[in-house]
């Protein structure tokens, strides 16, 4: 059964950093890509980063100066690191991946930036 479940995030500091963990089951190479994805209160839900299969990153223009996206393939997890975060980083983060023609989401996680 495929599965995504999310790690990290909570209460970050203004100006700080942060870390989120997704574990992708079986494999991360079940899916063509594996991404973060947020959704901030009253907002669409957003493109942060993704990773593809054989590599290729992908970053939200607007964050690509503070975010790095990568994977532990041991681990079958692909990372998140936000440095510098702002107040309008607050927002539910959601792992997301492709599968075939059908996308699969986690659970979420929560991020709120205090100033």
């Known amino acids: 059964q495929v599965r995504l479940v999310e790690s990290g995030g909570g209460l970050v500091q203004f100006g700080g950093s942060l870390r989120l963990s997704c574990k992708a089951s079986p494999s991360i190479f079940s899916f063509k890509s594996v991404g973060w994805y947020r959704q901030a209160p009253g907002k669409e839900r957003e493109l942060v980063a993704r990773i593809t299969a054989g590599g290729t990153t992908d970053y939200a223009d607007s964050l690509k100066d503070r975010i790095t996206i990568s994977r532990d393939i041991g681990a079958n997890s692909v990372n998140l690191q936000m440095s510098n975060v702002k107040l309008e980083d607050t927002a539910v983060y959601y792992c997301?991946?492709?599968?075939?023609?059908?996308?699969?989401w986690g659970q979420g996680t929560q991020v709120t930036v205090a100033s």
């Open positions: 997301g991946a492709g599968l075939g023609g059908t996308a699969v």
